[in-house]
């Protein structure tokens, strides 16, 4: 069987470094080429600058490094994306379609390319968003992944590129911060919870999104790659669910550990984003088609980012 190597492109990312060193652990060292816009702060492995919107630049990494699997992590998000709709589109746009075409062209054999909670708008239903409905995104971060996504589809239907993507809700981690999405919150509450600081909160207490936590996030990906071919059949992205909590809710989970820690509710520009995506999620297609499971709720997520962010402050 032909030895697979992976390029992971955004690798510098929140998903992207705690992707990483899994996909080293399960792929080798040697066989997981990571590429970003910057260095990392530490380069574990191979590691190759790279601007995703340049195809040249791509196809030259794939080949010389015989890349057989791409992740696609790169991506302005949707609080960010709103500062320049335009740029944000045509990042967005450009790279996902550069590795569509490096793919077809070079005989990738399957490629990730995520899409998020962002691609639904104000007519999917708010409660238990089934995975086929109404895609009106708020956002040009949305727009850009409904786009995406149906592109995905195109060239699995077209030239019957293996093709897989993951619907991922707000993504809560203790390895890096998060790259300016509407759910930033859930990640920056911990940092300053730990440092015994009181928060400002970019979202009223009350607001519901769909969560997950990075552990959960990352099988979810590792469980979609290694899934048998016959064994998808969304191949424009999945719905994922984790978990939905509301930034009050979060508070008083933060407070069972740290009674004296506080919150102050400031709502801004990503309160009107928060309010047009879902506030559930149903992800049985994925239960069904690759026996998807989630194992964090809010009780053990909290537990386990205290106890990490604890260790890394101190
Ligand atoms: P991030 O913003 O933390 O990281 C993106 C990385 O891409 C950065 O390191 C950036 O330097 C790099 N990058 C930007 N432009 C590039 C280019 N032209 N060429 C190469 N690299 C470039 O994003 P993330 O949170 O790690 O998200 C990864 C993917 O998951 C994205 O597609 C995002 O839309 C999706 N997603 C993330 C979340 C979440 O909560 N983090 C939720 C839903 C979907």
């Known amino acids: 069987m032909q030895r697979e190597t992976l390029l992971v492109i955004g690798a510098n990312g929140q998903i992207g470094t705690a992707l990483l060193p899994r996909l080293q652990a399960q792929f080798g ?12 702060q530490t380069e574990t492995g ?21 890349v057989t699997q791409i992740y696609h992590l790169a991506a302005i998000l949707s ?21 569509l075409e490096v793919a077809r062209l070079h005989g990738i054999r399957k490629v990730f390319v995520p899409s998020s909670i962002a ?36 060239y699995h239907k077209r030239y019957g590129l293996d093709v897989r993507s993951l619907r991922y809700p707000g993504v809560i981690s203790y390895q890096s ?55 998808i059949s969304v191949r424009t992205s999945y719905n994922l669910a984790g978990m939905s909590f509301t930034p009050a809710e979060l508070t008083a989970a933060i407070q069972r550990h ?33 026996g998807w499971q989630p194992a964090f709720d809010l009780t053990s997520m909290t537990q386990e980012m205290i106890t990490r962010l604890t260790a890394f402050h101190n």
């Open 29 to 40: 060292m040697q066989h997981v080429v990571a590429a970003d816009l910057r260095k990392p």
């Open 46 to 66: 191979i590691f190759e600058l790279l601007d995703a919107t340049k195809p040249d630049a791509l196809v030259d990494i794939v080949r010389r490094y015989r």
């Open 79 to 99: 609080a960010k994306g709103e500062s320049d709709p335009i740029w944000a589109w045509n990042l967005n746009m450009q790279t996902s379609l550069n590795v």
């Open 119 to 154: 691609a639904f708008g104000e007519h999917a239903p708010k409660d238990g968003t089934p995975q086929s409905t109404l895609l009106d995104p708020a956002t040009v971060y949305g727009i850009s992944k409904v786009a995406t996504e149906n592109w995905l589809l195109y």
């Open 177 to 231: 911060m998060p790259g300016g999405g509407t759910t930033d919150y859930a990640v920056a509450i911990f940092h300053e919870a730990v440092r015994e600081q009181p928060y400002t909160c970019f979202l009223a207490p009350d607001t519901l999104l769909p969560m997950i936590y990075m552990d959960d996030a990352l099988r979810a990906t590792l469980e979609l790659m290694d899934a048998p071919e016959d064994r």
């Open 258 to 290: 740290f009674p004296a820690f506080t919150v102050r509710y400031e709502p801004d520009f990503r309160q009107v984003i928060a309010d047009s995506w879902p506030r559930s999620i149903d992800d049985s297609v994925a239960r069904h088609d690759w």
